[in-house]
């Protein structure tokens, strides 16, 4: 026998002559091309995968598909390429495959969490709740936070995630289809086929390697005399024919959005042994559908009795799987139980290939089926009117326990089954997920006690066991219907419809089965509903008994529902468990909100490109080259890279900032402006529009001069500054702050497209357009005269606050004479591609003046000495220019501008509000934290109000002393007191002083 | 994503192109200084937040840069119509008032 002790001769899909090993935990085993983790243990006999959330129960394989509960793996590729929580029934075996389980210690067979269950009576429903708020009579708590509950979530647990970064890619793509089918069973490939043949553009999605769904499962059945897996074979191959249709397998719809857009995540390399090491990993399609066939089939049920989740137990319908599609065994002698047809269909086939079927058990008193029928002539043992009430066995079933529903409610014992492993369907819930996503409303079928698709919202069709078909002939016609609806909805015509003639399979006579809501014996076993977040039937019926009544709220304080499956195979028995218990309908208990994802969506998928340093961009200035040539060290500034500072030979960031700070004030800097916000502000009305914007006067303003502009919101708080100038009549070239450019145009435009149409102005970002290269300090105009042509840089052709239009390194420019230091300054405007070869010709000469180039650390230092203000720095949204001592730079004369009428408001014009002062420590070392608070007192008591709070402090190699900005409430009327400022070592003295630290009179300005 | 049609391209694009502006017809006062304290407060802080129809702006930031304005229903953010800035609120048939 191939590859696995239960390995069938012959049958299912996989290639027999091609093993595969692998390793589970360390122990070598085999597989067959073909296979998925799960089949392939199920072949080896490996039933037992993991350990349970909470209890650490011993758990196996349940399903064959991606609502598996129990059977998540972690596989390991290499370091970063550790992926944990993964379905081992959605793995796809390759050589060298390598799998763990997970939450066990020691071992998976020795488990010392496995105490958990033991004491579960610790562990009722609302643990969480009940517990973690900490036991009141530990002072702080701290034997609970720091001992018990690390513990204990520590020993709750999935799978671990890799601490090393993801090293591969992930891909992302655009697409837009006339109709996505979400599934490709039956349904789906019938949907594809008639939406394709009426001339649609078609995406069909599927989540499994191979396309085909039920069809491939199934052991007999024949649609127009070819079974049914070369029925699959032959719609995909007519498919892949057409130019029109996109196949995409592996591929799972995770969501469905507004007007039709869906997520589907395409994985693309897991299943390969080697991966190309360029390509992606995985895929993110963001899908426009004009309109969308959901084919999502349906999901089997477990039944709910005493100790359901020992390993062994599985659904019928994923035993038939395992068996028809991988050839594999569930074990040597089977109990096969439940409340729905599909287990008659299980039982043949066992039986079929030489499986020893024990008992078939039917909860229903008299099922009269054509199924049952075909079971009794097999000579099969059907018991009838039967339950389990309970199963035995350590890591593995090896009996059940079954008993027979009396009238009274109770259960008279049955006797027991020995077996090594139970196939149970408790009935078939149709997969509804998308269909709520697209917030199409559900409506609850009473007949067959389950939710089907009611309301669309979105052009939409449910085809199929997710839309309520029952029996593989009426699946195919709604699918085949719902794929030429779909061509109709995108104008197609109607296509010819093709005909399905099904024969030879076992129909069940409903399509979804009743919910088994179980009556069970009282007792201490556990009968588990939600089997990957372990809540049991107890735990439903305690939260409903402590007064919970909506699902929403047992979810939550239970838990059911909400693991990474989000209780796919779960929910209904849920609700039936509580409706029960309360003695009420399903839908009286409502019913969870189903939410992307469907499956999980690993974090790459979704962030695609967008990491690293593609998560931003990164934007450069033309002189960026030049710095890092340098040794510049860079900061962020928004999405600049700017040049911080340049260190010299051995000098740390404060000796740089120091020297460089001397420099500027003893001979010249020159520092790269570029990324200063520029806006063109054109047109007749130009001036008039910038008087409306700015709290300053612009119409007086002559063509030449400069004007500092304070720009406010409508509530009177400051949020840009810039130095605005008048180039002409008609044009201004308005700066904003670095972090402020994009929001300052907005804001511009908006007030210029909606409030003034009437104005005659054009706004243009120039930001990206002039390098801005500042040239400032004593010297600045003995380094810039040779290399002006056509213009006079003198004091009274230039004086402070002018510019002029001139060549610069023969380059254009627009030359402004303006300081952000407070010395005699330049700032050079060229075409941003001069930029570099300008700086360099500045730069030379600057250095050969005995100057340097400084950074945005000493530009700060430079201007904190002048009282300059940094928007963002000294305003918090709530500062008014008069706070700043910025009050002169008001129009007084001006009838209007965006937040003039704020600044009257009662709170405004009071006069203990925060001012901007300077703050002197009494030692001259002493440096006060940006952001501490500036008290009365070195000790308040609590609950005193602060005064105000440090907005810049830095050391000053010039004035040998550090010093600090502040905002202080009433604080221009306290200069030469002392106040505290509370540092993390003790509160520091400090003076408050004017914050114009360095020539007050501004006599270096105007040289 | 949404698809939102812009009223000056006569076109929809997708959502990442645009940018909320917050409530629509919400207009600033010719002359702010004659309003009381109370009624700029009012023009300042106080939007209608409805559960329903809501007319608010957009703009086209990644395409022509117009400011429009969109009724939405904040039930189900569905865009029921888009028109240029200046224009009035048009009114929604019956059944979109329902919804
Ligand atoms: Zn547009």
Same mark, same amino acid.
């Given at each position: ?775 400032? $300090?004593?010297?600045? @105009?003995?380094?810039?005269?040779? *290399?002006? !042509? +056509? %213009?006079? #840089?003198?004091?009274? =052709?230039? &004086? ?117 002062? $300077?703050?002197?420590? @009494?030692?001259?070392?002493?440096? *006060?934290? !940006? +952001? %501490?608070? #500036?008290?009365?007192? =070195?000790? &308040? ?67 | ?99």
């Amino acid at each position: 026998m191939s590859a696995g002790a239960f390995r069938t001769a012959t049958g299912g899909r996989i290639d027999r002559t091609h093993t595969l090993r692998f390793t589970f935990d360390g122990r070598p085993l085999q597989g067959c091309a073909g296979d998925t983790l799960a089949s392939a243990l199920l072949a080896n006999g490996r039933h037992l995968v993991g350990r349970s959330f909470k209890y650490h129960r011993p758990r196996g394989i349940v399903t064959s598909g991606s609502e598996e509960p129990n059977a998540l793996v972690t596989v390991v590729r290499d370091g970063g390429r550790t992926t944990p929580n993964l379905r081992a029934t959605q793995v796809e075996l390759y050589d060298g495959l390598t799998a763990i389980s997970q939450n066990r210690w020691p071992s998976l067979t020795r488990d010392l969490g496995a105490i958990n269950d033991k004491l579960s009576l610790m562990f009722p429903a609302g643990f969480y709740y009940k517990t973690f708020m900490g036991p009141r009579f530990l002072p702080e708590n701290w034997a609970w936070t720091k001992v018990f509950e690390p513990a204990i979530r520590r020993a709750a647990g999935l799978g671990r995630a890799p601490t090393s970064a993801d090293p591969d890619r992930y891909a992302s793509r655009y697409a837009h289809c006339d109709v996505l089918v979400a599934g490709a069973g039956p349904a789906g490939l019938a949907a594809a086929l008639a939406a394709a043949e009426a001339g649609a553009r078609v995406i069909v999605a599927d989540e499994q390697s191979e396309m085909g769904g039920s069809l491939l499962s199934a052991s007999r059945g024949a649609i127009n005399g070819v079974p049914t897996a070369q029925c699959a074979a032959d719609a995909l191959a007519q498919l892949a024919g057409h130019a029109r249709v996109r196949l995409l397998p592996r591929t799972t719809v995770f969501g469905y959005f507004a007007q039709n857009m869906a997520g589907l995540a395409e994985r693309i390399s897991d299943h390969d042994p080697s991966p190309d090491p360029e390509g992606p990993r995985e895929r993110l399609w963001q899908v426009r559908a004009r309109h969308v066939v959901i084919a999502t089939g349906a999901i089997e049920r477990p039944l709910v009795f005493s100790n359901n989740d020992r390993p062994g137990i599985m659904l019928a319908g994923a035993a038939l799987t395992y068996l028809n599609r991988y050839g594999v065994t569930p074990g040597q002698r089977a109990v096969i139980a439940g409340s729905h047809d599909g287990i008659y269909a299980a039982a043949l086939d066992l039986a079929g290939v030489g499986v020893e079927v024990a008992a078939v058990l039917d909860t229903r008193a008299d099922p009269q089926s054509a199924a049952m029928a075909a079971a009794l002539d097999a000579g099969l043992p059907i018991r009838t009117g039967t339950c389990i009430v309970g199963s035995r066995g350590h890591l593995r079933v090896s009996e059940i326990m079954i008993g027979a529903p009396m009238a009274d409610g109770s259960i008279r014992d049955a006797g027991r089954i020995p077996c090594d492993c139970l196939l149970m369907s408790g009935g078939w819930t149709p997969s509804v997920h998308l269909f709520s996503q697209s917030r199409g409303k559900l409506r609850f079928d009473a007949a067959a006690g389950v939710f089907l698709p009611g309301v669309s919202a979105q052009s939409e069709t449910s085809a199929g066991a997710c839309g309520g078909a029952s029996g593989l002939a009426a699946v195919i016609e709604s699918g085949a219907a719902a794929g030429r609806t779909a061509a109709q909805a995108c104008g197609f015509g109607l296509g010819r419809a093709r005909a399905y003639r099904v024969e030879g399979i076992l129909e069940a006579t409903e399509a979804t089965g009743h919910v088994n809501a179980p009556r069970l014996p009282q007792g201490m076993a556990k009968a588990f509903v939600d089997f990957q977040n372990d809540v049991t039937s107890r735990d439903l019926e305690l939260a409903a008994r402590e007064g919970f009544r909506s699902i929403e709220h047992i979810k939550r304080y239970t838990t059911t529902g909400m693991a990474t499956d989000q209780g796919k195979t779960s929910n209904m028995n849920a609700l039936a468990l509580v409706s029960g218990t309360l003695n009420t309908t399903v839908p009286d208990v409502g019913l969870t909100t189903f939410r992307q994802p469907y499956t999980p969506v690993t974090f790459g998928t979704l962030a695609g490109m967008a990491r690293g340093d593609l998560f931003d961009p990164i934007r450069r200035t033309s002189i960026d080259g030049w710095a890092q040539g340098k040794g510049a060290a860079f900061e962020d500034v928004g999405t600049w890279k700017r040049a911080w500072y340049f260190p010299r030979a051995k000098e740390d960031m404060h000796a740089a900032v120091a020297r460089e700070c001397r420099t500027v004030r003893a001979a010249v800097g020159v520092f790269d402006a570029s990324t200063l916000g520029k806006i063109e502000v054109v047109g007749p009305d130009a001036a008039e529009f910038l008087e409306r914007m700015y709290v300053n006067a612009f119409k007086a303003l002559k063509p030449g001069r400069c004007r500092y502009g304070i720009l406010l919101n409508e509530a009177g708080f400051v949020i840009d500054d810039g130095v605005i100038a008048r180039l002409a009549q008609d044009r201004f070239h308005v700066t904003t702050t670095t972090g402020g450019a994009a929001s300052v145009l907005n804001m511009m435009e908006d007030y210029l497209q909606t409030e003034w149409p009437d104005l005659q102005v054009w706004l243009t970002s120039t930001t990206e357009q002039w390098a801005v290269i500042a040239v400032q $300090g004593p010297r600045a @105009r003995d380094v810039i005269a040779p *290399l002006v !042509d +056509g %213009a006079d #840089v003198g004091g009274e =052709a230039l &004086p402070h606050m002018s510019v002029c239009e001139a060549k610069v390194a023969g380059v254009p420019a627009r030359l402004f004479r303006v300081s952000f230091t407070g010395e005699l300054g330049f700032e050079i405007n060229v075409p941003v591609g001069a930029g570099r070869s300008v700086w360099e010709a500045v730069a030379a000469r600057v250095e050969d003046a005995g100057g340097c180039a400084y950074g945005t650390e000493a530009m700060h230092v430079l201007r904190a000495e002048k009282g300059y203000i940094i928007v963002g720095q000294e305003t918090d949204g709530t500062v008014i220019p008069e706070d700043l001592g910025l009050g002169w730079a008001i129009g007084k004369s001006k009838a209007d501008f965006v937040g003039r009428r704020s600044l009257v408001r009662p709170d405004m014009i009071r006069t203990d509000r925060k001012q901007l002062v $300077g703050l002197l420590t @009494r030692g001259r070392d002493v440096l *006060l934290d !940006d +952001g %501490a608070q #500036v008290t009365s007192v =070195a000790a &308040p008591a609590k609950g005193t109000a602060a005064l105000g709070h440090v907005t810049s402090s830095y050391h000053s190699s010039v004035l040998g002393k550090s010093i600090a900005l502040a905002l202080v409430r009433g604080g221009r009327g306290l200069m030469g007191q002392r106040l505290h400022v509370p540092m993390p070592k003790g509160a520091v003295e400090v003076e408050v002083v004017s914050p114009v630290f360095y020539d007050p009179k501004g006599e270096k300005l105007n040289g | 994503m949404l698809l939102i049609h812009c009223p000056y391209c006569a076109m929809e694009r997708p959502e990442i192109e645009f940018r909320h502006a917050g409530e629509a017809h919400v207009a600033r006062a010719p002359d702010p200084s004659q309003l009381d304290d109370e009624t700029w407060a009012e023009f300042l802080y106080f939007r209608s937040n409805p559960k329903g129809v809501h007319a608010e702006r957009w703009r086209h930031v990644h395409g022509c840069g117009r400011f429009f304005n969109a009724l939405r229903d904040t039930v189900s953010d569905r865009l029921l119509v888009t028109y240029k800035a200046g224009e009035v609120r048009p009114e929604l048939p019956p059944q979109e008032h329902s919804r």
